[in-house]
Antibody, heavy 120, light 107 residues
Framework: VRLVESGGGLVTSGGSLRLSCATSGFPFSSYSLSWVRQAPGKGLEWVSSISSTGAYIYYADSVKGRFTISRDRATSSVILQMNALRAEETAVYYC??????????????WGQGTLVTVSS | SYVLTQPPSVSVAPGQTAMITCGGTIFGSKTDWYQQKPGQAPALVMYDDSDRPSGIPERFSGSKSGNTATLTISRVEAGDEADYYCQVWDSGTAHVLFGAGTKLTVL
């Protein structure tokens, strides 16, 4: 199982950025995927999830209306389009496979993350 | 909304037992735990309160009492030094919730 994020970089406040997570090693269409971020020196914050078919999409309240998650079956990738970025959203953004672990959902595999820096 | 409460830090000597708690878990919901070493991505070390993923040592165990989950690390080693995060899934909203994390220091 491999997840590789890309697309991070420096953007000014109010700007946009598109993150991509290329997956391999598992049947892409069978798994839900999530984005989780971590501000420098801070804890983990869930951002968004998308179901295996793309039919169900969920966002943290803090990003709803500004971020859009999608999946591309052709490239086995999950995308996070981030608009109206804020300085406090500077963080490492991780892509993670969301799996039904027993009776609850959790992230069983993670990418190495991509750094997003939002300058004010 | 739910808030998962973890102690900011836990310190333990090598060979001793470390216990990291996670309070405020959702009733009926299971708790997962992640280990994050400096400069690395998080890694799942416990799921469904007390099940270990493949490759996780038996020294790691999990339990739950009431609305508090506990990750126990027996015979702590220097390599266990890391940040540990609890996580639950809110079935009502399908949101993933993380605790603030606990820094485990091996003295």
């Amino acid at each position: 199982v491999r997840l590789v994020e890309s697309g991070g970089g420096l953007v000014t406040s109010g700007g946009s950025l598109r993150l991509s997570c290329a997956t391999s090693g598992f049947p892409f269409s069978s798994y839900s995927l999530s984005w989780v971020r971590q501000a420098p020196g801070k804890g983990l914050e869930w951002v968004s999830s998308i179901s295996s078919t793309g039919a169900y999409i969920y966002y943290a309240d803090s990003v709803k209306g500004r971020f859009t998650i999608s999946r591309d079956r052709a490239t086995s990738s999950v995308i996070l389009q981030m608009n109206a970025l804020r300085a406090e959203e500077t963080a490492v953004y991780y892509c993670a496979r969301l799996q039904l672990l027993g009776s609850g959902w959790g992230c069983d595999f993670w990418g190495q993350g991509t750094l997003v820096t939002v300058s004010s | 909304s739910y808030v998962l409460t973890q102690p900011p830090s836990v310190s333990v000597a090598p060979g001793q037992t470390a216990m990291i708690t996670c309070g405020g878990t959702i009733f009926g919901s299971k708790t997962d735990w992640y280990q994050q070493k400096p400069g690395q991505a998080p890694a799942l070390v416990m799921y469904d309160d007390s099940d270990r993923p493949s490759g996780i040592p038996e020294r790691f165990s999990g339990s739950k009492s009431g609305n508090t989950a506990t990750l126990t690390i027996s015979r702590v080693e220097a390599g266990d030094e890391a940040d540990y995060y609890c996580q639950v899934w809110d079935s009502g909203t399908a949101h993933v919730l993380f605790g603030a994390g606990t820094k485990l220091t091996v003295l």
